[in-house]
């Protein structure tokens, strides 16, 4: 799941348009002793950003959180399932205590020999965006007013925190068995590319700032829930109605997450509407990167754009999804028809509501100019080839 947006701004960000953030210079320490010229590689993340944003909410700002943990309580905690409601990765895959158990492995492989290379591509790809969720739990506690501070905090927002991160952890462990099962895949170089993206984070340029972090995963709940609905979906065309079936219950939880987080930007868009739409268009100018945007196998510098231009072009997720996300959430917050906005809201109430048109204007344009498609090895499927 993501999208073949260039990661255009990361060496010099834009300053935030609301909060007095700090910039800091960071630099990548690279070890210059005589170990690491023995080492190959030395033990650096594959992917750094030099510039980082920090801390752009004005602190005032943090005791809106505070007040909101009650509420956070009653609307946004129903929004998850008790363990003994919840589906498991067990209950998708062969049971390895039965008999069957063989014969259960033997009829998915049979099942996923019908599967494209295109398709697995895309499946791993998504694959390993969830299993990098320790990035993803960090990144939630780096938000200034709702982190986890003890890493057990009973505050609503932490318990939200560990409890979103416990679902998710099924989705990577669900899809990452299945890949495993259907022989289609080089599991190692997977297992190399989980591991580079882990160690390198993400930075989406959230900046420590709750109000661009929930406007973040609500967006990218919504993408999740699209991709994992659109490898549901083309799972089925394929014939394979168990990965359907999979994919879709997968995407069914994001759905779930998405309702939470989309429900605190409406409370944050109910209690300050000004500081909400300076926030979400913020995000917006800065392009919502995805959060496996690091992604690396060792090998291919370009890998994730090579596997957003892959899920592109089979459908699983777009810049027309891009569009229809962002319009969706305007209407969900009925951002077109906040009044009584400050004059830099009405800019950015402006710039959010026409922007779906302009990007699928742009997108329209990019594909009258379409190339030819070159076609790039992928180390996850043995450097078999697959069209851009
Ligand atoms: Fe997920
Ligand atoms: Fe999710």
Known sequence: MAL?????GLQSPKLPSFGSPRISMVSAVRSTTKMADTIKKPLIPPREVHIQVT????????????SLNDWADKNILVHLKQVLRCWQPQDFLPEPSSDGFIEEVNELRERAKELPDDYFVCMVGDMITEEALPTYQTFLNTLDGVRDETGASLTSWAIWTREWAAEENRHGDLLNKYLYLSGRVDMKQIEKTIQYLIGSGMYVRTENNPYLGFIYTSFQERA??????????????????????????????EKRHEMAYTKIVEKLFEIDPDGALLAFEDMMRKKILMPAHFMYDGHDENLFEHFSA???RIGIYTAKDYADILEHLIKRWKVDSLTGL???GRIAQEYVCTLAS?????????????????EVPFSWIFDRKVRL
């Open 358 to 374: 302009r990007i699928r204007k742009l997108k329209e344009r990019a594909q009258s100019r379409a190339k030819q498609v070159p």
């Open 4 to 8: 073949n947006f260039p990661l255009i």
């Open 55 to 66: 801390h752009s909410m004005p602190p005032e700002k943090v005791e809106i959180f505070k």
């Open 224 to 253: 999740t829930f699209i991709s994992h609905g659109n490898t549901a979906r083309l799972a089925k065309v394929h014939g394979d109605v168990k990965l359907a079936q999979i994919c879709g219950t997968i995407a069914a939880d």
């Open 310 to 312: 892959v899920a592109q």
């Open 342 to 344: 400050s004059e830099g």
